[in-house]
């Protein structure tokens, strides 16, 4: 099958010490998609290199390496601003360690594509490798991104596989100092959200590897859900602060609608 190739949408892959997951998410992608750009935030596992050595086989794949980690948002926001530098508005944003579903990139490009102005979130679709609490968990983070949004219709606040319009997000990023690590997935859609970004919705099904399937998880369950806290905090203020925009904004739309 010969991937699609678009001057508009790419796919931008952040990537921290992977592991050889990597590179059978950067081979799937490629299937489906032309170009592929990965970020590597850092990274000390010798990926680097072997993500350098098959792009250099590969005209459709580009890496992009910082020379210390980061965190994942800046890694997309790096990504984000040499797409645009090249005239690129969109970018399908999904992690490196194969959770994703790379087959489904095509179908969320259309949507893109189709509705430009929007961005097309994933609503993940567990089985059984999915750890119950991180299941239970999400519900919350969830919860409160449909409150300070007022109920815009975000249908999975934390699942990565997304695709952004790249304009409105790197105003956004380059407007605040957040956003650059482990929060930047919530907090992205609720800011796109507040500037009037709509979300459309798809299913995704995500697997979780286990560590002798070559599974790498930098997800720390309690320093991971004090950033959430204290991120959750300062989006309820200012979704406070932005309640008489976000009900006129509702109010406007539920008199077109009718």
């Known amino acids: 099958m010969t991937p699609t190739t678009s001057a508009t949408h790419l796919v931008l892959i952040p990537s921290y010490n992977p592991g050889a997951k990597v590179y059978e998410t950067v081979r799937a992608a490629r299937a489906q998609w032309t170009p592929v750009w990965v970020v590597v935030d850092g990274s000390r596992d010798g990926t680097a290199e072997g993500l350098q050595a098959m792009a250099d086989g590969d005209p459709g794949l580009r890496v992009l390496v910082l020379a210390e980690n980061r965190g994942k948002g800046a890694a997309v926001l790096h990504g984000l601003d040499e797409a645009?530098?090249?005239?690129f508005t969109h970018a399908l944003a999904m992690d490196s360690d194969g959770q994703h579903p790379a087959e489904l990139i095509p179908q969320f490009m259309a949507a893109s594509q189709q509705s430009p102005a929007a961005m097309v979130l994933g609503v993940p679709v567990f089985d059984a490798s999915a750890p119950a609490l991180r299941v239970k968990g999400r519900k919350v983070s969830n919860?409160?991104?449909?409150?300070?949004?007022?109920?815009?219709?975000?249908?999975?606040?934390?699942?990565?596989?997304?695709?952004?319009?790249?304009?409105?997000?790197?105003?956004?990023?380059?407007?605040?100092?957040?956003?650059?690590?482990f929060d930047f997935d919530p907090e992205a859609v609720v800011r796109l959200a507040w500037a009037g970004v709509r979300p459309i919705n798809l299913p995704a099904p995500v697997r979780y590897f286990r560590a002798d399937e070559?599974?790498?998880?930098?997800?720390?369950?309690?320093?991971?859900?004090?950033?959430?806290?204290?991120?959750?905090?300062r989006l309820f203020i200012g979704f406070v602060l932005r309640l008489p925009m976000l009900l006129g904004r509702k109010l406007a739309a539920g008199r077109r609608a009718s």
């Open 214 to 233: 070559g599974g790498v998880s930098h997800f720390r369950y309690f320093r991971d859900n004090r950033l959430l806290t204290w991120m959750h905090t």
């Open 143 to 181: 919860w409160w991104a449909n409150l300070e949004t007022l109920w815009m219709g975000i249908g999975d606040s934390l699942f990565g596989f997304r695709v952004y319009p790249a304009a409105p997000l790197e105003r956004i990023m380059r407007r605040q100092r957040w956003m650059r690590r």
């Open 84 to 87: 645009a530098r090249l005239g």
